[in-house]
């Protein structure tokens, strides 16, 4: 029985529990995480590795998925460093996260950048998990969802509304990225509904069965309160997703 086969919850929307390693890891965690992901239970939801690149060819699995965590927005060419959606395709990967938060920041990704990348995964066939998110002193000004929304119009406008139901979106509050600060359930609900409201006006049946995740200090313990949210689909997961029963644990809780 395939992922896609297994079953959806009442609302239609499987589960999904996506790991993040960032620039951490070796071979021997890779070599762990695959063993326990593999004797683990994972049915009744998707499950995502997204290990920097030098280390997705390690895995091979039909239990759970494989990410990448960037691509370039270009098919090929003279751009050293960067990695083709086509490769990625190659090497395994059904995701690969876009517009990441400290990409956004520490690389200066713009929102019409992100949406070109959105497109590159689109036309390999890849599942773009989008991030979009506010920092801190947008919301404290009280003007998250607008900062949201621009984050989502720019995709929209670049690759159609109806491409919406071959993406993931993954709410990232940044001020609870790596800071051990949460949302707390009720305020991952708020954007998590206002984003399926706000797509729906483009795409109203892609957006009620549109997986989105929250991303920010998730953790074993707050794990089942998040996911119990009404728009709350699962998450992407950080630091938690580099130790393995912290992992396992979170992918439970997601069911």
Not at 18 to 27: E, Q
Not at 46 to 73: E, I, M, N, R, T
């Amino acid at each position: 029985m395939t992922q896609s086969e297994q079953k959806t919850d009442a609302a239609g929307r499987r589960p999904l529990v996506a790991g993040n390693w960032k620039m951490n890891g070796d071979l021997k965690l890779a070599s762990a995480m695959q063993s326990a992901l593999q004797d683990a239970d994972l049915t009744d939801l998707d499950v995502v590795v997204c290990p920097p690149f030098p280390f997705l060819a390690s895995f091979d699995s039909d239990k759970f998925a494989l990410g990448a965590q960037d691509l370039s927005h270009f098919e090929s060419g003279a751009h050293t460093g960067e990695v083709a959606a086509g490769m990625l395709r190659e090497v395994g990967c059904q995701y690969v996260i876009v517009g990441h938060s400290e990409r956004r920041t520490d690389q200066q990704e713009s929102n019409e950048l992100v949406a070109e990348k959105v497109a590159a995964a689109l036309g390999a066939e890849l599942t773009p998990i989008l991030c979009v998110g506010e920092p801190l002193p947008v919301r404290e000004a009280g003007d998250e969802l607008h900062y949201v929304s621009a984050q989502l119009d720019a995709v929209v406008t670049r690759v159609g509304a109806p491409q919406l139901s071959k993406m993931v979106i993954a709410y990232e509050p940044i001020w609870a990225i790596g800071t051990g600060n949460t949302a707390t359930p009720e305020q991952a609900q708020d954007v998590h509904a206002h984003i399926r409201r706000h797509l729906s006006k483009a795409n109203a049946e892609a957006a009620a069965g549109l997986r989105i995740l929250y991303g920010g200090s998730v953790n074993a313990d707050n794990a089942v309160q998040l996911f119990a949210q009404p728009d709350v689909d699962g998450g992407l997961i950080g630091g938690a997703s580099l130790k393995k029963d912290d992992f396992l644990a979170i992918c439970q809780a997601a069911k």
